[in-house]
């Protein structure tokens, strides 16, 4: 009797330790279904960070949506004077800052020690979100357009108590370099002359928000200067508010080509909406890099703690510089030609790839610099739609791990109906 009692004992230690793998694989199978269809905590991707509810419509039990004051696009002076104030902080994370996942990339990388050259309106050095972080060229350090500083703003704006809105890189240096004429109008010569100095200064990236019609032998230069000064170029592909025009009987217009973004070792940005689109009748440019946030976007202006929106391809070339001057920080071993090479090589794959600053900090292996890039006379398709791939995944995910749980819970069953057949034998 006792070697039957031993022998059951043994045999049902035996099942359970069978079952046990089983019980492994179905849980591997559970998971897999939860990561598939979305649930619980930890799914969803690599962009984890807060997403805003978005703003509601004003009724009887809803707040009053958040109105902010716009930065003006047209680089020409205002007629009523400088940029007002902004009297409202916006207390969510902005929808451009979480679709970016800057939570996690900042995890990683701050800017520190990194100086990126902002060629605008001027930076203001009254900016709270800047202050301590901006030198000037010449009268740079005042920005009555305000543009120039929303745009170091996302560069590299320090969060604001109470606020949502935070910088890409928050501990990056800014360097104020004027691109306009006296005038207040967009000038070549000036921002050729403000590359050249940004260089010589140590900028290790150089944010350019003008573009024009066409090139000069000074920008040229200023350009090659640059890059023998192992600076990273990083321009808006067109203007903010470019001039429409149309290709004839109601077709698309040809893509355009604009200078500093057009020639070869400059990194080319494009702005795209929340969607992931970019805005309708915006410009085409003949070759785009990268596409980053560009329409609705929330940043700072150049006095007080309010926030303001903005718009157009310098405010995508911003999270762009911005991105870069991560990379430069977390990566000081890179050149510039490998910053560039390595954004675009991580970005997420669209018809123009859209910015990745987790994805460039996290990536390893191999060289950046043979990453692939577009050649500079190829157009760019900018309206081709894109199918999600997603969905087609997660159904693939859902009916493998079913047939998974199926199998392990048919052959759990099979080895529990044996062993009570063996423990019945024994008794």
């Given at each position: 009797?006792?070697?039957?009692?031993?022998?059951?004992?043994?045999?049902?230690?035996?099942?359970?330790?069978?079952?046990?793998?089983?019980?492994?694989?179905?849980?591997?199978?559970?998971?897999?279904?939860?990561?598939?269809?979305?649930?619980?905590?930890?799914?969803?991707?690599?962009?984890?960070?807060?997403?805003?509810?978005?703003?509601?419509?004003?009724?009887?039990?809803?707040?009053?949506?958040?109105?902010?004051?716009?930065?003006?696009?047209?680089?020409?002076?205002?007629?009523d004077?400088?940029?007002?104030?902004?009297?409202?902080?916006?207390?969510?994370?902005?929808?451009?800052?979480?679709?970016?996942?800057?939570?996690?990339?900042r995890?990683?990388?701050?800017?520190?020690?990194?100086?990126?050259?902002?060629?605008?309106?001027?930076?203001?050095?009254?900016?709270?979100?800047?202050?301590?972080?901006?030198?000037?060229?010449?009268?740079?350090?005042?920005?009555?357009?305000?543009?120039?500083?929303?745009?170091?703003?996302?560069?590299?704006?320090?969060?604001?108590?109470?606020?949502?809105?935070?910088?890409?890189?928050?501990?990056?240096?800014?360097?104020?370099?004027?691109?306009?004429?006296?005038?207040?109008?967009?000038?070549?010569?000036?921002?050729?002359?403000?590359?050249?100095?940004?260089?010589?200064?140590?900028?290790?990236?150089?944010?350019?928000?003008?573009?024009?019609?066409?090139?000069?032998?000074?920008?040229?230069?200023?350009?090659?200067?640059?890059?023998?000064?192992?600076?990273?170029?990083?321009?808006?592909?067109?203007?903010?508010?470019?001039?429409?025009?149309?290709?004839?009987?109601?077709?698309?217009?040809?893509?355009?080509?604009?200078?500093?973004?057009?020639?070869?070792?400059?990194?080319?940005?494009?702005?795209?909406?929340?969607?992931?689109?970019?805005?309708?009748?915006?410009?085409?440019p003949?070759?785009?890099?990268?596409?980053?946030?560009?329409?609705?976007?929330?940043?700072?202006?150049?006095?007080?703690?309010?926030?303001?929106?903005?718009?157009?391809?310098?405010?995508?070339?911003?999270f762009?510089a911005?991105?870069?001057?991560?990379?430069?920080?977390?990566?000081p071993?890179?050149?510039?030609?490998?910053v560039?090479?390595?954004?675009?090589?991580?970005?997420?794959?669209?018809p123009?790839?859209?910015?990745?600053?987790?994805?460039?900090?996290?990536?390893s292996?191999?060289?950046?610099?043979?990453?692939?890039r577009?050649s500079?006379?190829?157009?760019?398709?900018?309206?081709?739609?894109?199918?999600?791939?997603?969905?087609?995944?997660?159904?693939?995910?859902?009916?493998?791990?079913a047939?998974?749980?199926?199998?392990?819970?048919?052959?759990?069953?099979?080895?529990?109906?044996?062993?009570?057949?063996?423990?019945?034998?024994?008794?």
């Amino acid at each position: 009797m006792a070697s039957r009692t031993a022998y059951r004992v043994t045999a049902r230690t035996g099942g359970r330790a069978t079952v046990r793998p089983l019980r492994a694989v179905l849980a591997g199978a559970l998971v897999l279904l939860t990561a598939a269809t979305g649930y619980g905590a930890g799914a969803g991707s690599a962009h984890a960070d807060p997403v805003p509810t978005p703003l509601p419509s004003a009724d009887a039990t809803a707040p009053p949506a958040i109105r902010l004051p716009v930065i003006p696009s047209r680089f020409e002076p205002l007629s009523d004077g400088c940029v007002r104030p902004s009297a409202t902080v916006v207390p969510q994370v902005p929808w451009a800052e979480s679709s970016l996942g800057l939570g996690r990339a900042r995890q990683l990388a701050s800017g520190a020690g990194v100086t990126v050259a902002v060629v605008d309106s001027g930076v203001s050095r009254k900016a709270p979100a800047l202050a301590g972080r901006v030198t000037a060229a010449g009268a740079a350090g005042a920005d009555c357009l305000g543009h120039g500083t929303f745009v170091a703003g996302l560069i590299a704006a320090a969060p604001a108590p109470g606020g949502g809105f935070g910088g890409v890189a928050p501990d990056a240096c800014v360097l104020a370099v004027r691109g306009l004429a006296a005038d207040g109008t967009p000038d070549e010569a000036a921002v050729a002359a403000g590359i050249r100095a940004a260089a010589d200064a140590g900028a290790q990236v150089i944010d350019v928000s003008l573009a024009f019609p066409r090139s000069t032998r000074a920008l040229d230069d200023a350009l090659r200067h640059a890059a023998a000064k192992d600076a990273l170029v990083v321009a808006a592909a067109t203007p903010d508010d470019p001039p429409r025009t149309t290709g004839g009987d109601g077709e698309e217009p040809p893509p355009v080509a604009m200078w500093p973004a057009a020639r070869s070792g400059v990194l080319s940005v494009v702005d795209v909406d929340v969607l992931g689109d970019r805005p309708e009748d915006a410009a085409r440019p003949v070759r785009a890099d990268l596409a980053a946030p560009g329409v609705g976007v929330t940043g700072i202006g150049p006095s007080g703690r309010g926030n303001y929106l903005g718009n157009g391809p310098s405010v995508a070339a911003a999270f762009t510089a911005g991105a870069a001057a991560l990379l430069r920080s977390y990566r000081p071993d890179l050149t510039a030609p490998e910053v560039a090479a390595r954004l675009t090589a991580s970005a997420y794959p669209a018809p123009v790839p859209r910015l990745d600053p987790f994805a460039a900090l996290s990536a390893s292996g191999g060289s950046p610099a043979s990453a692939a890039r577009p050649s500079a006379g190829s157009a760019i398709s900018l309206h081709v739609p894109r199918e999600d791939p997603a969905p087609g995944r997660r159904a693939t995910l859902i009916t493998c791990a079913a047939l998974l749980i199926a199998l392990v819970l048919g052959a759990a069953s099979l080895l529990r109906r044996r062993t009570r057949a063996a423990t019945a034998r024994e008794v």
